[in-house]
């Protein structure tokens, strides 16, 4: 059994750049984990997903992708205040920064983590916290001095993986799978196996974005109980998944599904 402390464990970040991968790396800070650098990538061209994008066109076609954009403009022309509050309330992204600032650990920002491999080696990490919605490919898991990469997923696993699991279960009447899930990532789309996970039940006033922000919160927590597991015993324990269903890879939603479901359900907007 290890003797070691929390703060011993090399770990590495691999994060967004929003107020949720914010709080992600201050709840690491707060919590004495020893983070030897942190990796941002940063994919977004004049503040639109453009990668993005050009990818949904060449999957889902161009009336999709188009009808999804539309989706988001009606959404954020509906929600965009309420969710600017829910997310002030969720994230102290004020107190978050002067945490990050303080410990002022090294950050390097570019567009994808496989141009921040050699930096990733460097640093010797033993364990990758991923909070992003970029790809962390083999090339960054496999660098020689990782034992784990921790990732999460803001959607009960394996039934709700990809976009916005708490709209999906809502949709589909599930409203016991709308939760979080913290996991040890793969090669597939939220797919690893499970470290932890937990249901969360919507607040008086809630939107799905604000719900996908509460189970981030909670992840992050989950996170630094893993590699206190690690310190402590030199493993973390986890549980494969012993199928992954059919159609339980969701995507961002059209604009058809976005009024449907308004229609449906009036308690979570």
């Not at 942190?38 to 061209?45: L, Q, T």
């Not at 829910?86 to 002067?98: S, V």
Request: charged share 25%.
């Amino acid at each position: 059994m290890s003797l070691r402390e929390i703060r011993d464990v090399r770990v590495v970040a691999l994060l967004g750049n929003d107020s949720q991968h914010r709080n992600t790396l201050a709840t690491l800070i707060k919590n004495d984990v020893n983070v030897v650098g942190v990796c941002i990538a940063e994919s977004k061209k004049r503040g639109l997903p453009l990668d993005y994008i050009i990818r949904s066109f060449s999957r889902r076609g161009f009336l999709t992708t188009v009808s999804q954009m539309l989706a988001r403009i009606v959404y954020l022309a509906v929600n965009q205040r309420l969710d600017r509050k829910l997310e002030a309330e969720i994230f102290n992204d004020k107190e978050n920064c002067k945490i990050i600032t303080d410990f002022s650990p090294l950050i390097v920002i570019d567009k994808s983590f496989s141009l921040q491999k050699e930096f990733i080696s460097r640093l010797e990490p033993e364990i990758l916290v991923v909070h992003t919605g970029s790809w962390v490919g083999r090339d960054v898991r496999g660098i020689n001095t990782v034992k784990y990469v921790i990732g999460g997923h803001p959607g009960i696993t394996p039934f709700y993986r990809g976009a916005h699991s708490p709209f999906w279960a809502i949709f589909n009447g599930d409203e016991m799978k709308v939760g979080w899930t913290c996991f040890l990532l793969d090669q597939g789309v939220d797919t690893g196996p499970v470290l932890e996970q937990g249901l969360l039940i919507p607040n008086h006033e809630e939107t799905y974005f604000s719900l996908s922000w509460r189970g981030v919160k909670e992840i992050a927590l989950s996170q630094v109980n893993a590699i206190r597991m690690f310190a402590v015993k030199g493993k973390i324990n986890s549980t494969a998944h012993k199928f992954i269903p059919e159609n339980s890879e969701y995507f961002v939603p059209t604009l058809s599904q976005q009024i449907r479901y308004w229609l449906k359900q009036s308690k979570v907007k």
